[in-house]
């Protein structure tokens, strides 16, 4: 109840900025909409706005649950198979050095116009945070617990099972956090490059007749599914794994 409140706060207090600067410069609408602009977009549309919104809460939350799980098998492999993870680690950090605006367009062609494109977007921007996190995790387990399991008859794979997995567990949750805003972000840049519907369609289309207000509504509507599906991760993260309770 206090986060919800301290958010409220925040949000009230960004509303009345807003607010203040729309009443001190006197900016046209089509440049900044004030906050009952971009409310009365939501009233004119809002079956418009909650179609559109569907597109795209599936298309990050299919490119979040891929992302995550690849990413989390990737970190796995590199760790459990050394000689792999020597060659496919600097290969990943190649790739993550690439622009997404870049890659966008080559999904478009290769994979077109539809849902697809967009997945695979937000997949690889999911992808990367987590594997890195969750290698990260694993890499650091305790030597000294390492070198005490190999005082015993446990094999590397018990011992990445039993130890060392379940102790990078926290890092892979970690992972997720920063990951679940970015979900959006994947999703919407596929939209921005070339669709037929969701949010970042929206704006390309609202943006290119400056109805700066829709854009505005499309955005505060993006900003409240980063918010949620990172209040998931952050309230069902710590049931299954309750040894990473710490924020």
Excluded: C
């Excluded at 949000?11 to 906050?35: D, E, G, H, T």
């Excluded at 459990?80 to 020597?86: C, D």
């Excluded at 967009?118 to 992808?127: E, H, Q």
């Amino acid at each position: 109840m206090a986060a919800l409140a301290l958010a409220l706060r925040t949000v009230l207090v960004l509303l009345l900025v807003w607010q203040s600067a729309i009443w001190l410069f006197q900016p046209p609408r089509y440049i900044l909409p004030s906050p009952l602009d971009v409310a009365l977009a939501f009233q004119r549309q809002p079956g418009f706005l909650f179609g559109h919104s569907l597109t795209t809460i599936a298309e990050m939350a299919l490119g979040f649950v891929l992302g995550s799980a690849f990413g989390a098998l990737t970190g796995l492999a590199i760790v459990a198979l050394p000689r792999l993870g020597r060659l496919l680690w600097p290969i990943l950090l190649v790739l993550q050095s690439f622009p997404v605006f870049v890659i966008a367009p080559l999904l478009v062609v290769w994979f077109g116009f539809g849902m697809g494109s967009k997945v695979i977007m937000a997949t690889i921007i999911i992808f990367f945070p987590v594997a890195s996190a969750f290698t990260d995790g694993l890499r650091r387990t305790d030597p000294e617990l390492i070198d005490a399991t190999a005082l015993t008859t446990a094999t590397h794979w018990q011992t990445l099972r039993y130890v060392r997995l379940p102790l990078a567990m926290p890092s892979l949750l970690t992972g997720l956090r920063v990951a679940a805003p970015l979900a959006p972000l994947g999703a919407v840049i596929g939209e921005w490059v070339g669709a037929s519907a969701g949010l970042g369609f929206v704006m390309v289309q609202a943006n290119a007749r400056m109805q700066t207000d829709t854009v505005f509504a499309a955005m505060t509507v993006l900003a409240v599914l980063s918010l949620v599906l990172r209040h998931l991760v952050d309230a069902l993260g710590p049931r299954l794994i309750p040894w990473a309770s710490e924020p």
